[in-house]
């Protein structure tokens, strides 16, 4: 069996307990390979062993806190710790195939080591070269000769296709994936939402829901400038917002300037608004349970949007923007709907009240877009498709 090493960015470890869409995507993909052994290389953390196998998967974590981590985020190109460490280890694992996530520098300089170069290697990118950290992106110019350039949606690929994605030989689509069977649905499971519902006070409220890193780019302000006119027909609706302003040890509940400005905006509402906090990863499936609707505006360019994955798993309809690679997996009428204009808090609010009058319309776009995850965004067929890429790459 061909071996594949998952290299993930520096930031959270790997199972993803800190959070992560990377960290996700990777340990439920190398979780499900089956005709190819994976090899999984991340950053450290207190509550993880340095090196282990699980569930046929084996781990290598590299130790990055400290001064080490912070030379490496600010001068990486003179103190590459991470780098150094992941290239011993792959001249130790000696894998088939090189798997980068989000990481173009890192792609680049992999190549360039002796004893890696005539490892096939593929570049993943699950956002856009203009959303990586300024010490992340290479120039415009830099030529990245990967392989393959995998994409999570097609916006991404065609977008990049000019810039990280244009020397590369090969380009793929491969979408984000969902465990449907963790989230369970409001009308299949009535139970357990109303305990879940419990935990914040909650009963029988219109309860809009948005899950998400409360920063103004997922268009936070939108939704609750969007409420202040549902309240007037909804006096009762409630808004619930999950999450907190970042992931990491360490920093899940650090307060920004936007975060003090929304505790603001909060303490003034016209009705309701419920601010849970991060909640972990693992936790996460539970909290759809407290929504009808699913409300993400994204004011920016999104590569694709796990938490829309999520809402349709959860039977939630949806109603989010038209920017970046979301309108791939919401579409219009059949698990949501699509405003016209990303920062438009009035056409926002029309959407929810339709949403909020129609309760026939909430259930065929929830049960809708449930069954279509089902046969098109479940891990099982992202890693088969995952593997006919490995496959492609490598001519086998």
Known sequence: MRTVALIGPELYPIPPIRGGAVELFIDQMAARLTRWRPVVIGPSDPELPNHEVRGGVEYFRVPLSGWRGRLYKRHRRFFPFYDRQVVAILRRVQPDLLHVHNRPLLALALQRKRGLEKIPLILHMHNLHNSLGRRERPTPVTPIPVAGFIGCSQFVVEQEKSRLARDAAAHFVVYNGVDTGSFLTPWDHPAPRQKMRRQYHLIDEPTVLFVGKLRESKGVHILLAAMDQVWPRFPQAVLVLVGGTEFGRGRTDRETPFLRELHRWVETAQGRVVLTGF????????????????????????????VFLEASAAGLPIIATRRGGIPEIVREDLNGLLLQKHDDPQELAAQIIQLLKDRDLRLRLGQQGRSWVREHFTWEKIAQRQEEVYDEIVGG
């Open 279 to 306: 909640i972990p990863p693992a936790r996460i499936p539970e909290t759809y349970l407290l929504g009808d609707i699913f409300a993400g505006p994204s004011q920016i360019e999104e590569g694709l949007g796990l």
